[in-house]
């Protein structure tokens, strides 16, 4: 059956050639200009999955675990291993034929744009701008073959994934058809509402130098025209610093500084923006409907590259947290702009307000100066945890934008094989680990120095090298149990800190073993990557996002590090405040919240509010609940099996022996150092790239994570078995005549 056609050629049956397409063939016939287009139908989509099985696993994956139980993290984790299993599945050879041979008639070896055309992705009722993907400057059949099947998979990327219901995806019938675009390089594009989105009266054009995708990407900041909608006459007019612009430049696009004598000058004349306006009136007339519409200018002359209804400015759910997860995925240049923030700016001040607060004896202020410094932490974590959220979080998005680009040059087999090359390294949690692991080192070298310990705990000992030690651990990493887990308490003894850090000597040669193993395999695959980018003329590119990618990765473990040692300040001023209030028999001292604490030490007669912290529920055991077998998602390459440890509370990893299996609802940052006592990793919290998947991997440690009720399904000296390889966690008893490569790991 034939599946390429031109624009002329195709129905308003926008199931077979998708919303984009059939859009641009009313604009078409109505008398617009566009560039020369060609239409690949959804036939095309359904004649590849047919002939792989690509569908089943399709299935497979979105059945792995319930979507309302899924964070952000795991559905991207889920749509990349789709994406690369369209990337590494072969288009059939008559299809590829065909695709090709009407390229090669219409485009002869132009650069070309190919853009998503869903069925229901511009429809009124379903027009969601963003969520399939489109490629910009693609040349060369295979190429271009290659970003076909991309788009495809783009109908089960994150953010289609995350308004499925909304698109009604179904891997069995679901589709995807695909327009192909001569690339028309404009001087000047943009993009225009023939309705503002917030406001009825006004419609809008945006324009920049170049192409329209560092208008689209927000790497390049639009001059806006606000126009009166009826009148079609300008309104306002807001310019914004000119200095970049997007450009093609072989079989790429590159983001370049902007010729001074343009950055002084808007991209259109006020004649120019009334002219794209009245043409988008034009276009909302021709649909019924006020229009989106993208376009680019040569010469005189306006091509329109797409239309679709204006759809943003709509009410939401307030609980509705979608927009916020798509806001997270940043382009190339803002991350560069983060990542410069971020090193210059936010971590040094970080790391010195929490020193500086850590050099304050609470003891010796007054009641009314602890309640002056409470409020000051207060705010202090306050700030700190809303720059965390508004830049840090963002920032890692730079290791998912080096996945993609990792998968699409190298195709491997693993679609997480790029995390290689951002492990092994220097992340503040390792070092907070080797400096425990010295002190523990030095304890297990000197009998008289345990045996002084195991008599009167570590808080008299007079060993002056193993005060030093401690001392220097706490002035750089803090107290590793305050404020960590769910009781936010600073109660974990000395003796407890002292007895988890005796277990972790001895650990340093079989770690060694294994990041010089870690190291060859990581320098084989960066050198084929390169290489590979190097023969496509993209290696500058290359190396810039690996770099990116590695700053991404260690900031997502060492911003949490710094922040929790905020937090710790704060918790052992909330502490200190509550312990107060205890010796002067206040009810319910020890779960007062910090509004509380501060009001009732500077006013003996506040009345409380009747509010207290959140307290820890107790665990609701119940032993009618065993699982044999739990599915995750394999996080931690190997298989390893031990007695489990459920980590509800500081208490539970204070309790934590050498060996066990680390189970939890979520490994936090301040927990780390626990990881590499622990035979395996098993928690709730999905995904690739969270703490407890990246800590693992950086020890060789098996890992699961994104386990539904893992900490309640499992319980403590259960014997597990976890399956980092298959993301499979089979809890009881096995066979010990069965041999399992990597146990005991």
């Not at 009781?487 to 277990?503: G, K, N």
Request: proline content about 3%.
């Amino acid at each position: 059956m034939r599946t390429t056609y031109l624009l002329s050629e195709i129905s308003q049956d926008s199931k077979i050639f998708g919303g984009k397409a059939t859009a641009l063939m009313r604009l078409q016939e109505a008398g617009f200009r566009l560039p020369a287009t060609l239409c690949i139908s959804t036939e095309a989509y359904k004649q590849f999955i047919s002939g792989s099985s690509i569908k089943e696993k399709i299935q497979l994956e979105l059945h792995r675990k319930k979507f309302s139980d899924m964070r952000w993290e795991e559905i991207w984790d889920a749509a990349l291993r789709i994406r690369n299993l369209f990337l590494r599945q072969r288009m059939q050879v008559e299809l590829a034929r065909e695709i090709s041979n009407a390229l090669e008639k219409n485009f002869a070896g132009n650069s070309l744009v190919v853009r998503s055309s869903a069925p229901e992705e511009d429809a009124a009722a379903t027009s969601f701008a963003g969520l399939h993907e489109s490629f910009v400057n693609i040349r060369g059949t295979e190429p271009i073959l290659e970003h076909v099947k991309l788009v495809w998979a783009s109908l089960w990327s994150d953010r289609a994934l995350l308004y499925r219901q909304e698109l009604d995806l179904d891997f069995a019938k679901s589709s995807m058809a695909v327009v192909v675009q001569e690339l028309v390089a404009g001087e000047v594009s943009g993009v225009t509402f023939s309705i503002n989105p917030t406001d009825a009266t006004e419609g809008v054009v945006e324009a920049v130098y170049g192409l329209n995708q560092g208008l689209v990407d927000g790497a390049v900041e639009p001059d806006r025209w606000i126009f009166h909608r009826k009148e079609a006459s300008i309104k306002e007019h807001y310019t914004p610093q000119r200095e970049k612009f997007m450009a093609p430049q072989g079989d790429d696009v590159i983001l370049t500084g902007l010729p001074e004598n343009k950055s002084l000058q808007a991209p259109l004349s006020p004649e120019e923006a009334v002219a794209i306006y009245r043409k988008a009136k034009k276009i909302e007339n021709v649909f019924g409907k006020p229009q989106d519409v993208e376009w680019t200018k040569v010469g005189n002359d306006f091509f329109i590259l797409q239309s679709r209804p204006v759809t943003a400015g709509q009410d939401g759910d307030k609980d509705d947290k979608r927009g916020w997860y798509l806001s997270l995925q940043r382009s190339e240049d803002n991350l560069k702009k983060l990542r410069i923030k971020i090193e210059q700016e936010h971590f040094p001040a970080m790391k010195k307000e929490a020193a500086e607060l850590a050099k304050i004896d609470l003891r010796s202020l007054s009641d009314k100066g602890l309640a002056g410094e409470l409020e000051n932490r207060l705010q202090v974590k306050e700030k700190w945890t809303a720059i965390y959220w508004e830049d840090f979080i963002p920032f890692a998005h730079g290791m998912r934008l080096f996945g993609k680009l990792y998968n699409d040059t190298v195709s491997p087999e693993d679609p997480f094989e790029f995390v290689e090359l951002l492990s092994n390294v220097p992340l503040l949690s390792k070092n907070r680990n080797k400096a425990l692991r010295k002190i523990g080192t030095y304890v297990q070298q000197r009998p008289d120095l345990q045996h002084a310990i195991a008599a009167g705990g570590a808080g008299a000992i007079n060993d002056a090298e193993f005060n030093r030690l401690m001392e220097g651990f706490i002035s750089l990493y803090g107290d590793p149990f305050c404020g960590t887990y769910s009781d936010r308490t600073c109660d974990v003894s000395r003796d407890e800190l002292v007895s988890v850090i005796m277990q972790m000597a001895g650990n340093s040669t079989t770690e060694k073993k294994s990041q010089i193993g870690k190291e060859a395999n990581k320098a084989e695959l960066e050198s084929t990557f390169l290489k590979i980018s190097k023969e496509g003329g993209k290696r500058a590119r290359a190396e810039g996002l690996l770099d990116l990618a590695r700053t991404s990765y260690r900031f997502r473990d060492d911003d949490n590090i710094v922040l929790g040692r905020i937090e710790e300040q704060f918790f052992k001023a909330l502490e200190e405040g509550r312990q107060r209030l205890k010796k002067r028999h206040v009810d319910g001292a020890a779960h007062l919240t910090a509004r509380d604490v501060l009001r009732s030490l500077v006013d003996k007669r506040y009345k409380l509010s009747g509010t207290k912290a959140k307290e820890t529920p107790a665990k609701q055991e119940n032993q009618h609940i065993k699982a044999r077998q739990l599915l995750g998602q394999p996080a931690g390459p190997g298989i390893s099996r031990g007695r489990a440890r459920v980590i509800d509370s500081a208490r539970d990893l204070a309790l934590f022996k050498k060996g066990e299996v680390l189970v939890c609802d979520a490994v936090e940052p301040n927990m780390t150092f626990i990881v590499p006592l622990a035979a395996g990793v098993i928690e709730r919290r999905g995904g690739m790239l969270i703490h407890g998947a990246i800590i693992a991997r950086e020890y060789g440690i098996a890992c699961v994570t994104g386990v539904p009720n893992a900490a309640t399904l499992i319980h403590t000296g259960d014997e597990v078995t976890v399956d980092g390889y298959l993301g499979i966690v089979t809890v009881g008893q096995l066979d010990k005549t069965i041999s399992l490569p990597g146990v005991g790991k």
